[in-house]
């Protein structure tokens, strides 16, 4: 089989399309706010990726059925006021080793230039290691210009955050569409704990999105998980176990909103 | 050489068959399985895989001659009451990354799909981490008409097992299986500790594979192993050592026998 | 994308050119010492090496621009009183795996042959696991014609360092330069404690390299830098956490200064 | 640069000649024994291997000067009183992954069925992880025949001992070359505690090889070695450091000697 294996089940035609990226990573923040996205802008699927990169896996569904990890593609047309259209990644698991990202990136990269993506927009969270009372929005992006673009809508660019730089397929989309591609990016983090899940910073980032979108969305579910994640999070600290928090945070029930 | 070499001694010509996998594993289960299996219906061993994704090693039998670290390929025509043609894949490891576990995995399922193979079976252990009273045998599978297939036949589709997916060869079989060769896949996993090899939790499997393909097993070998695990289990609890108990998992008498 | 790419905005005309090596490492002497001397010569950038065998990431600066991490190369032309051109190489990182040091080197190395380059000079740390009160400037050679024409202008050449040979970057250049190119090379290193960036050890080899390329520098901002560490150094002293001296070699602001 | 490059420098002309590996591992024993060989029988150098697989490293002599790390190939004709023909094979370094250790065991098997080689002679150690009175030497073949053959001239063949099997070079030379060439093979391994570098192993080994090949070999070299190494290990016995013996293994005096 090849390295990485996309199959398409329909070729979407797009025009100066934005391609959104959301998967799993640092309190789930990322895959959570494209979940929430996609269902309430209706998205499409029309694509899987298959790798050697993923983990040797199937996941089971609640009727005991399989499915090979993957990532998936959606689009959405006539999205917002600009009626920009999306692309959008999300998925089981990012590469699992830096070759793997470099290459999965890169396929990505090279198909949403085939479907005239001329953006990427990568949605993910910033761990702080502690709770965060008012969690901003971070950012950083390919230029200047857009950097100025988004502080105007709240994003905050810091010149401590993110002091490592940004890893994984968030920042790569950004560094490899840039130099490879030549795509502008914009990369935004919501602040979290790094804990556990966190609707709470999905949100945050997705409000950033609707508003760079001129998009209306309604945050009814994200809220909910949100406080499904807070009772039980109080639930904890009302045990007093508060070193136990760490441990915690591989709970099933906390990951599993996600 | 080639990252993996298949070497065959003979080109059986197979009608509808099934591939059944019983690789090294969780209280290796499914090699336990099929290797009473192959003795029970007399299997002819036709290919030999070696790889770069193997371990860099040769196993010594008990005279001092060495073998190339392998998987093997045996079959047997018209097995059970309905006379199915059996492709059986053992050996003495899986992949030892997971790029190689989906190369191997992607390897066999040509050669089975140029064998006339429509179907996997793949058998292992689910490892409970805990004693288990009254093991079950747990399943998974590609499609919902086989899930309600094999629960008539006694297989356990649980929502809450297996959690985390399916991991390894028996995973990956149905995930490529289905997507890259449109082939149906059921799983089957017994129950076990996951302490010791268990020939009780092969045993189960066993039974169900059995019932699936209309067959009369005799248990004897099986049975007999297990109680020679029993007495060493029992043994080790009479001298009250119950924390000692998964470092005992790694004692050779134990784990020679399977 | 190929496993490395090389993106150059010139093609410098050399003769008889030298490569330069600092990129990061033990006490991040190397690059230090390039980066001051590119200063100081007034190197221009031509070059720019992406690759899978880094980290997939992108770093952030100040103003929340991301930038792809890479390697660099520099060129600058009749360098010294012997009139010498020097090409230049710095970078993020090294490559993260034995077989991508190795690929990344001969990449390098192909370009330099290009380049009209004949000869190797590494720069480097040497980490002697505690504080060094005078630090030498250690050394090694393809020949010993090279031995000892180093020795003569300062260099070091000890039976007993480096003990265990040069690993990394600094290395490999040496060797698959010598091997498949038919470079002669030099590698020298700053001995350092190893425990934060020194500057101090990135004077004693820059000093070297300006005798071999009968060059003036001025020094003064390494020397700034030097005192920046050591005043951070007494302070951690002062606070008689001598044990928490490793510790301390993670801290941003040490490490900051590379 | 090609994965693995070897570098030949003359192409010896062998018939029915035999391979011998002494590559670094357990006690180093292997090692000793073929350079301790080489010495005795005059061999000459014929080629240098380089290898991605390798570490990225050079090693630096006495005097300063660099070589990249490598294995090599020495042959020598007409040796013993049956007139053998023999290239052995050494070096600073096994293959670091599996994959590598494939790729290079079967380029040296490719070469050296080139060189009209038809059977491989492997040497190592066995740890005991123990203080080991008498050393046995241990072996093991690629058939019975060698089998008997060997235990004729002394060599240990036991159900226990190797119970995991023989890993890396000495292991895949037989494997690989039973199975893909169809060369027979015997690995012969000096019992040894593991914790140093063990000429008394290596001289083990050798005497068994020298009987097969009917060779008188002067063992003073090994044996001044063996009681440095006793010296040492005297020492720290006298200064009752029982439990840090295993840290002494790393004790650059002691595997200075190797």
Request: glycine fraction near 10%.
């Given at each position: 089989?090849?390295?990485?294996?996309?199959?398409?089940?329909?070729?979407?035609?797009?025009?100066?399309?934005?391609?959104?990226?959301?998967?799993?990573g640092?309190?789930?923040?990322?895959?959570?706010?494209?979940?929430?996205?996609?269902?309430?802008?209706?998205?499409?699927?029309?694509?899987?990726?298959?790798?050697?990169?993923?983990?040797?896996?199937?996941?089971?569904?609640?009727?005991?059925?399989?499915?090979?990890?993957?990532n998936?593609?959606?689009?959405?047309?006539?999205?917002?006021?600009?009626?920009?259209?999306?692309i959008?990644?999300?998925?089981?698991?990012?590469?699992?080793?830096?070759?793997?990202?470099?290459?999965?990136?890169?396929?990505?990269?090279?198909l949403?230039?085939?479907?005239?993506?001329?953006?990427?927009?990568?949605?993910?969270?910033?761990?702080?290691?502690k709770?965060?009372?008012?969690?901003?929005?971070?950012?950083?992006?390919?230029?200047?210009?857009?950097?100025?673009?988004?502080?105007?809508?709240?994003?905050?660019?810091?010149?401590?955050?993110?002091?490592?730089?940004?890893?994984?397929?968030?920042?790569?989309?950004?560094?490899?569409?840039?130099?490879?591609?030549?795509?502008?990016?914009?990369?935004?983090?919501?602040?979290?704990?790094?804990?556990?899940?966190?609707?709470?910073?999905?949100?945050?980032?997705?409000?950033?999105?609707?508003?760079?979108?001129?998009?209306?969305?309604?945050?009814?579910?994200?809220?909910?998980?949100a406080?499904?994640?807070?009772?039980?999070?109080?639930?904890?600290?009302?045990m007093?176990?508060?070193?136990?928090?760490?441990?915690?945070?591989?709970?099933?029930?906390?990951?599993?909103?996600?």
């Open positions: 089989m090849d390295d990485i294996v996309i199959e398409m089940t329909e070729e979407p035609e797009l025009k100066d399309a934005i391609l959104i990226e959301g998967l799993p640092v309190g789930n923040v990322g895959k959570l706010a494209v979940e929430h996205l996609m269902d309430e802008i209706d998205a499409t699927q029309f694509g899987e990726i298959y790798s050697i990169y993923f983990p040797p896996q199937v996941l089971v569904d609640e009727d005991g059925q399989t499915e090979l990890v993957n998936r593609l959606y689009y959405c047309k006539d999205v917002g006021e600009d009626s920009r259209d999306l959008i990644l999300t998925g089981d698991y990012q590469g699992m080793t830096p070759q793997g990202q470099y290459q999965l990136t890169d396929k990505v990269l090279g949403a230039e085939d479907l005239n993506i001329n953006m990427v927009f990568s949605l993910g969270g910033y761990s702080q290691g709770m965060v009372e008012e969690p901003r929005v971070l950012g950083a992006a390919t230029d200047h210009e857009l950097v100025h673009q988004m502080e105007d809508i709240g994003v905050t660019f810091s010149e401590e955050d993110p002091s490592s730089g940004i890893v994984g397929a968030s920042g790569l989309l950004l560094g490899l569409g840039k130099n490879m591609y030549g795509f502008n990016g914009i990369c935004i983090m919501g602040e979290t704990s790094g804990y556990f899940v966190d609707p709470t910073a999905a949100r945050g980032v997705l409000e950033i999105l609707a508003e760079y979108l001129t998009l209306d969305l309604s945050y009814e579910e994200l809220d909910d998980k406080e499904e994640v807070e009772e039980l999070t109080n639930k904890i600290a009302d007093d176990m508060s070193q136990g928090m760490q441990q915690e945070s591989t709970n099933e029930d906390l990951n599993y909103i996600g």
